[in-house]
């Protein structure tokens, strides 16, 4: 007796279709698994049993043999528990032959038959529709999720009894028993702000720093690395915190991109929402290089991946382990982070806006020689934790000083001098969006920061003037050719927010100011 189910698995970020094929004959009773599994689906065989036995329904003492093809991927996460179930189950007769025929199945066992949830499942179901797949089994929970994948009629079931109950019948008795779910995509990407919830951050909360918000409108019209250095309380962390306000929200395909990412990770928000608001996170300095780049025995996102099409804000940037921070210069460069362990080798998408903020010495206070007591040495130390190659990949490097008092206020008591809020400011970068856009239309580049190489000399052409100055910069500055081209490209951000098809001397020579962070640690 043989039967034959869809299931899916995920292996770093692909996800794959996977057959399982159960087999049952008479020889000496046991429960065999083969296909490259990890330690979790080969504990599928006693949860199935069990859990069918407290269903009522007991398995015959048979010799019983799981295959899971193609058996040379690796298959590792509980979701095969159903789907084994229900091959168990058509294969002792129990079920109609072919019942879930054209049905992709998922979803863990508990010990009394309850179906529960397991991750990946929005990355499969893509993958399953592209198959031409249309239909799925999953848990209740996992439903909304799998449903949000375009074409895709996901049932929601409980536990086993309903599994069979609900196989057993026709299919327009099945539908009227477990109505397909039904997404409706504008509801289902999840939005952070709710009804009665504090005030969002705005750039209009910060006072003065207007050098610092100009660097930060430019970092986020072309999508550049931006490196903060300034005093204790000057303002860096909240500039950082404050970028996702002027950024505009993912397009519906990078949604897919990056929920995908989070449904591998267990991190998705409940209901299967998808996200759509930009990724924005903050590690600890005292995070392991494992936890930033991804890895693990089976290899998993890091948190750069999850910061995929966001903003990776790295604060006290010195802090960090120079290992560590070393691991960012191939995500940083090639928008992707390759890990290879035993278990096998992952690529994870890692396109994000780095974002440092950091002191300019190990008190804070250098160079106010009345606060600061920090020996040159230990100044010099402090900036050379950062790497040249990290350093040299940062497109825009801004001091934020301490704040003066008519910064805080103005010449009637009391009154704040408040600069652009986040509104005017997500206008801009929207307007500068909307020329890359178009100039970029018909190329794999979206943002200005992308340019690389014969790149930069199409999309930045130079003018005469233009192109003796930036000579006397590359000599009088010491710029490697990247450095070059990172200025090149800060400049034409700036030109696109000035709505400018030209880059002119004055867009140069404040890309110029952007590079301080070539001096540190010299």
Same mark, same amino acid.
Do not use: W
């Given at each position: ?9 995920v292996f770093g970020i692909e996800s794959h279709l996977v057959h399982v094929e159960v087999d049952l004959s008479a020889g000496l009773p046991c429960f065999i698994m083969t296909g ?129 109950t609900y196989l057993r019948l026709p299919r327009k008795e099945q539908n009227q028993m ?71 929200? @993912?397009? $519906? /395909?990078?949604? %897919? ?10 991190? #998705?928000?409940? =209901? &299967?929402? @998808?996200? $759509? /608001?930009?990724? %924005? ?10 936890? #930033?780049?991804? =890895? &693990?025995?089976?290899? $998993? ?222």
């Open positions: 007796m043989f039967s034959r189910i869809l299931s899916g698995a490259s599994l990890e330690g979790k689906v080969k504990e599928s065989g006693e949860r199935v049993r069990i859990a069918l036995k407290n269903t009522g329904i007991s398995i015959p003492p048979m010799h019983i043999s799981v295959n899971f093809s193609p058996a040379d991927l690796k298959k590792e996460g509980t979701g095969f528990d159903l789907p084994v179930s229900i091959g168990v189950l058509t294969a002792m007769e129990r079920l109609p032959a072919g019942c879930s025929e054209g049905m992709l199945v998922l979803g863990e066992l508990g010990l009394n038959g309850e179906v529960k949830p397991v991750k990946g499942v929005l990355p499969i179901m893509i993958s399953a529709v592209k198959a031409g797949i249309t239909r799925c089994l999953v848990a209740k929970e996992n439903a909304k999720e799998a449903a949000a994948a375009v074409g895709m009629h996901a049932v929601g079931v409980e536990d086993l009894k309903q599994v069979i477990i109505p397909p779910e039904k997404t409706d995509l504008e509801d289902v990407f999840y939005m952070k702000k709710k009804e009665g919830a504090q005030e969002e951050a705005d750039f209009s909360q910060i006072i003065g720093q207007e050098s610092v918000k100009r660097a930060a409108l430019i970092a986020a019209a072309g999508f550049h690395h931006m490196l903060i250095m300034g005093p204790p309380g000057s303002g860096k962390t909240m500039i950082a915190r404050r970028l996702s306000t002027i950024l505009p929200p @993912l397009s $519906r /395909e990078e949604s %897919f991109e990056v929920s995908s990412i989070y449904s591998i990770s267990g991190l #998705l928000p409940e =209901g &299967g929402k @998808l996200l $759509r /608001e930009r990724p %924005f996170l903050s590690p600890h300095h005292s995070i392991s290089p494992a936890a #930033l780049s991804g =890895g &693990g025995r089976q290899p $998993r996102p890091g948190i750069v991946s999850l910061a995929h099409r966001g903003v990776l804000f790295l604060d006290e940037l010195p802090e960090f382990k120079r290992q560590t921070l070393d691991l960012l210069r191939q995500p940083l460069e090639d928008k992707k982070i390759q890990i290879v362990r035993s278990g096998g080798s992952a690529a994870y998408p890692a396109d994000f806006m780095l974002v440092g903020a950091m002191n300019p010495c190990p008190c804070g206070y250098y160079p106010d020689l009345n606060k600061c007591r920090c020996t040159p040495s230990q100044v010099h130390n402090y900036l050379s934790h950062i790497s040249g190659p990290i350093l040299d990949r940062i497109d825009l490097c801004i001091e934020a000083p301490r704040a003066a008092l008519d910064h805080l206020y103005g010449k009637s008591a009391g009154r704040v001098q408040k600069g652009a809020d986040s509104k005017s400011l997500r206008e801009k970068v929207f307007t500068a969006r909307k020329q890359q856009e178009e100039r970029y239309k018909g190329t794999n580049i979206r943002f200005n920061s992308e340019l690389r190489g014969g790149d930069v000399e199409k999309y930045c052409p130079l003018g005469k003037k233009e192109a003796e100055m930036l000579e006397k910069l590359y000599v009088s500055l010491d710029l490697s050719v990247r450095a070059l081209n990172k200025l090149l490209v800060v400049a034409r951000t700036i030109a696109d927010l000035e709505e400018s098809r030209e880059i002119h001397t004055k867009h140069l020579a404040e890309a110029v100011c952007y590079r301080t962070a070539d001096k540190l640690g010299r």
